[in-house]
């Protein structure tokens, strides 16, 4: 229930601003993968630590390196493993195994997304942040 709701809270909220479904999907996603972002900035927030601030060039975007999308690889690979295990458990629960390996799927289909988004821009999408004044 939680999932539906804030799902559907975010898609009426972003309909009623006459927004497309790709961005309402592309928003779903990064929304997610900002998880790991939120959290440490949640945590060193709670305790009083501060969190350095970077400001991005103007017209210019960089590939994180791989090193830096450790959180979503380990997620990546916490997902892959537990989908191998709960393929080999499905004779035993079949069910509850089957809803596990499907959240995990989800979850890997979201993760993957970090490859996509990490890529430079090509000219389509250079063009598409001209025109909607994306900087």
Same mark, same amino acid.
């Given at each position: 229930p939680?999932? @539906?709701?804030?799902?559907?809270t975010?898609? @009426?909220?972003?309909k009623?601003?006459?927004? =497309?479904?790709?961005?309402i999907y592309n =928003?779903i996603?990064m929304g997610?993968?900002?998880?790991? @972002?939120?959290m440490?900035?949640?945590?060193?927030g709670? /305790?009083? #630590?501060?969190l350095?601030f970077q400001?991005?060039?103007?017209? &210019?975007?960089?590939?994180?390196?791989l090193? &830096?999308?450790?959180?979503?690889l380990?997620m990546? =690979?916490? $997902?892959?493993?537990?989908l191998v295990? =709960?393929?080999?458990?499905l &004779?035993q629960?079949?069910?509850?195994v089957?809803? $596990?390996? #499907?959240?995990?799927?989800?979850?890997?289909?979201i #993760? /993957?997304h970090?490859f996509? /988004? $990490?890529?430079?821009? $090509?000219i &389509?999408t250079?063009?598409y942040?001209?025109?909607?004044? @994306?900087?």
């Open positions: 939680y999932f @539906v709701m804030t799902f559907l975010f898609y @009426v909220t972003m009623k601003r006459h927004y =497309g479904a790709s961005e =928003g996603i997610s993968l900002s998880f790991p @972002v939120t440490l900035a949640s945590l060193k709670l /305790l009083g #630590l501060k350095k400001i991005t060039p103007k017209g &210019q975007r960089d590939k994180l390196a090193w &830096q999308l450790t959180p979503w380990i990546i =690979g916490l $997902n892959m493993v537990a295990f =709960g393929y080999f458990r &004779q629960d079949f069910y509850p089957l809803i $596990n390996m #499907l959240w995990c799927t989800y979850h890997l289909f #993760l /993957l970090i996509r /988004l $990490n890529s430079l821009p $090509n &389509q250079q063009e942040l001209k025109r909607y004044h @994306v900087t």
